[in-house]
């Protein structure tokens, strides 16, 4: 399984080098306002969306053989919660245009409540895939996806030029997928509502949890967009596009198969407690350098790549950075609540952490505007990270011992990486040559990371680790590349 989540991850990274060339391009043409009013309905279309979360996949995830009649429920409820998730967006077109006194947004809200409707249809029998650990399929269905947005999206910005180029790429990704996923899984469905008990027997503790995601997820988004406005809103989306990507990128194909992999076990608590351990370490190994890196680099990054008219980005970023790395690592957990049938407990735990969170940010945008704000849900999501795994259930008997014994390399060599790139930002100051010193103060950091990193590890024993399951990967991939190394020959 670990195996799996490590190619996860680098299929990931290259997947996700197409948002990122979309978004370097688009920010080009497209103003911070634009971004904030796409961004503005997709946050009021995300609440709605976690509101009417039904969870169909992981209730089929976790049957042990479901039947013909169970997916057909799934796919209905699916339809039946699309259709009311679309109506719902359409009908708060209104209030979102009087909320930030901007009409542009009832049109945005029509196309994109038309577009979650038809989202509706695709393939429910793709869950499939998770339960056989396909998960190249998995990817080759997103990756579609993404390209078929990100080449109709950029030319419909160059033709356009405003907002409408979002709404369209977005519709090309989502849309485009839903024949090719029954052409991958064929799949004859059915309306049937037989099964309905099951679904709502497992979805009604999350319901409630998904209540309180609603808040942690979006309330950010609606501070920010009554203190600053549009423009406010862009740069914050465009921020956390950037400085949350390896914990949104990253730690999904890690958390994903890891989930999948608790189901499994989850009649063998000692073989979760490891699994969960040994996706922790690598989590916190690839997610944390990669964000500190950012944080301590968003000045140039955001010069660099962004341009000159997003440089209020900047403060933004870096505590974006660091805020999605405290969440990731928090919410890592969740998964074994769901699979240990405690979801009372996870509702529990997200309700304190949003007891703390949601006063801290609201009076913080009061006092400090989008800083204040920022380094309120930074400190909440720290705080955040003691309480999640310190309440996790006590069945896997873990402790905060075994958790820093997978960890400590990677937070020790993650903060002598930020110190050493900040010292030699500052003894290189910024010139002519930004992307030259951006590059090689990257690397640096990089053989920095990885000379501590692994130092730490030998000396620790070479223990099993995220270090050597690295190591293992990055042997795997070079037979992969040279098949002849295998058999002790040179190919050709």
């Known amino acids: 399984m670990i195996t799996g989540a490590s190619f996860m991850v680098l299929l990931r990274l290259s997947f996700r080098l197409v948002g990122i060339v979309s978004t370097l391009v688009l920010v080009r043409v497209l103003s911070p306002s634009d971004f904030g009013l796409f961004g503005l309905v997709t946050g009021a279309s995300a609440v709605l969306d976690t509101l009417s979360q039904l969870s169909l996949q992981i209730a089929l995830l976790r049957m042990p053989a479901p039947s013909k009649a169970h997916f057909d429920t799934a796919w209905t409820l699916g339809i039946l919660r699309a259709l009311l998730f679309a109506l719902m967006l359409a009908g708060c077109a209104t209030f979102l245009s009087d909320f930030v006194h901007d009409a542009r947004l009832q049109a945005i809200c029509y196309a994109l409540a038309a577009i979650i409707f038809l989202q509706g249809f695709e393939n429910i029998a793709l869950v499939e895939y998770q339960r056989e650990f396909r998960y190249d399929k998995v990817f080759l269905y997103q990756l579609v996806g993404k390209l078929s947005g990100f080449v109709i999206g950029l030319a419909?910005?160059?033709?356009?030029?405003?907002?409408?180029?979002?709404?369209?790429?977005?519709?090309?990704?989502?849309?485009?997928?839903?024949?090719?996923?029954?052409?991958?899984r064929p799949y004859r469905p059915r309306f049937d509502l037989s099964e309905w008990r099951h679904f709502f027997h497992f979805s009604?503790?999350?319901?409630?949890?998904?209540?309180?995601?609603?808040?942690?997820?979006?309330?950010?988004?609606?501070?920010?967009?009554?203190?600053?406005?549009?423009?406010?809103?862009?740069?914050?989306?465009?921020?956390?596009?950037?400085?949350?990507?390896?914990?949104?990128?990253?730690?999904?194909?890690?958390?994903?198969?890891?989930?999948?992999?608790?189901?499994?076990?989850?009649?063998?608590?000692?073989?979760?407690?490891?699994?969960?351990?040994?996706?922790?370490?690598?989590?916190?190994?690839?997610?944390?350098?990669?964000?500190?890196?950012?944080?301590?680099?968003?000045?140039?990054?955001?010069?660099?790549f962004l341009g000159a008219k997003w440089a209020a980005a900047t403060p933004v970023m870096a505590y974006c950075a660091l805020f999605a790395l405290f969440d990731c690592i928090a919410h890592f957990p969740g998964a074994l609540y769901i699979v240990l049938d405690r979801q009372r407990a996870l509702v529990y735990v997200l309700a304190v952490t949003l007891a703390i969170r949601v006063p801290a940010v609201i009076i913080a945008a009061k006092l400090g505007g989008m800083?204040?704000?920022?380094?309120?849900?930074?400190?909440?999501?720290?705080?955040?990270?003691?309480?999640?795994?310190?309440?996790?259930?006590?069945?896997?008997?873990?402790?905060?011992?075994?958790?820093?014994?997978?960890?400590?390399?990677?937070?020790?060599?993650?903060?002598?990486?930020?110190?050493?790139?900040?010292?030699?930002?500052?003894?290189?100051?910024?010139?002519?040559?930004?992307?030259?010193?951006?590059?090689?103060?990257?690397?640096?950091?990089?053989?920095?990371?990885?000379?501590?990193?692994?130092?730490?590890?030998?000396?620790?024993?070479?223990?099993?680790?995220?270090?050597?399951?690295?190591?293992?990967?990055?042997?795997?991939l070079s037979r992969r590349l040279n098949p002849g190394v295998r058999s002790g020959t040179l190919p050709g």
């Open 204 to 304: 009604k503790w999350l319901m409630v949890t998904n209540t309180l995601w609603v808040v942690d997820g979006s309330m950010i988004m609606f501070v920010l967009g009554r203190i600053v406005g549009a423009s406010g809103i862009g740069l914050y989306q465009i921020a956390n596009q950037v400085g949350s990507l390896p914990a949104s990128e990253i730690a999904a194909p890690i958390r994903d198969p890891a989930a999948a992999g608790y189901a499994r076990a989850s009649k063998s608590p000692d073989l979760m407690r490891q699994s969960f351990l040994e996706n922790l370490g690598l989590l916190v190994a690839v997610v944390m350098p990669l964000s500190l890196g950012i944080a301590v680099m968003a000045e140039p990054i955001t010069l660099i």
């Open 156 to 184: 419909a910005a160059f033709l356009l030029r405003n907002y409408w180029a979002l709404v369209i790429g977005t519709a090309v990704q989502r849309l485009f997928v839903i024949p090719l996923g029954y052409a991958m």
């Open 371 to 476: 800083t204040g704000a920022m380094m309120a849900l930074t400190a909440s999501a720290f705080l955040n990270m003691f309480i999640w795994n310190g309440a996790l259930p006590a069945i896997l008997n873990l402790k905060l011992s075994d958790i820093l014994r997978v960890t400590w390399r990677s937070i020790l060599a993650g903060v002598v990486m930020m110190a050493a790139v900040y010292l030699m930002m500052k003894s290189w100051p910024a010139s002519d040559l930004a992307l030259l010193r951006f590059v090689a103060i990257a690397l640096a950091g990089g053989v920095v990371l990885l000379a501590v990193q692994f130092s730490l590890w030998m000396i620790s024993g070479r223990p099993h680790s995220a270090e050597s399951m690295a190591l293992s990967l990055a042997a795997t």
